[in-house]
């Protein structure tokens, strides 16, 4: 079965920096997107940065405009694994952060597919 495993959330100080990892199995498609986003207390869904890890589009990346310069997602195929490197982070960031599989991206930013269980960023 398809299981997204994610690891690296945590508490940081504004200004700082975290790196996300999901981790997938299972999940065979002609075209795979991988992403997160993120949901805070009393907000909606936001799709934060997205990447095809298989596929035509393979290495094309996607981000918010809220965390464009600031955010770097990347992909090491041999371990199935995309990465989100959050770089200067703002108290606004703080949120549950959730990866999702999907064949296209769109699909990922709008929280369809496949999802982990979320991890807790929390900026302060």
């Known amino acids: 079965h398809v299981q997204l495993v994610e690891s690296g959330g945590g508490s940081v100080q504004s200004g700082g920096s975290l790196r996300l990892s999901c981790a997938v199995s299972g999940y065979t498609a002609s075209s795979v997107c991988m992403g997160w986003f993120r949901q805070a207390p009393g907000k909606g869904r936001e799709g934060v940065a997205e990447?095809?890890?298989?596929?035509?589009?393979?290495?094309?990346?996607y981000y918010a405009e809220s965390v464009k310069g600031r955010c770097t997602i990347s992909q090491e195929n041999a371990k199935n694994t995309v990465y989100l490197q959050m770089n200067s982070l703002k108290a606004e960031d703080t949120a549950t952060y959730t990866c999702?599989?999907?064949?296209?991206?769109?699909?990922?930013?709008?929280?369809?597919?496949?999802w982990g269980l979320g991890t807790q960023v929390t900026v302060s």
């Open positions: 999702a599989a999907a064949p296209l991206c769109s699909g990922v930013r709008t929280g369809s597919g496949v």
């Open positions: 990447i095809y890890t298989q596929g035509r589009s393979s290495g094309t990346s």
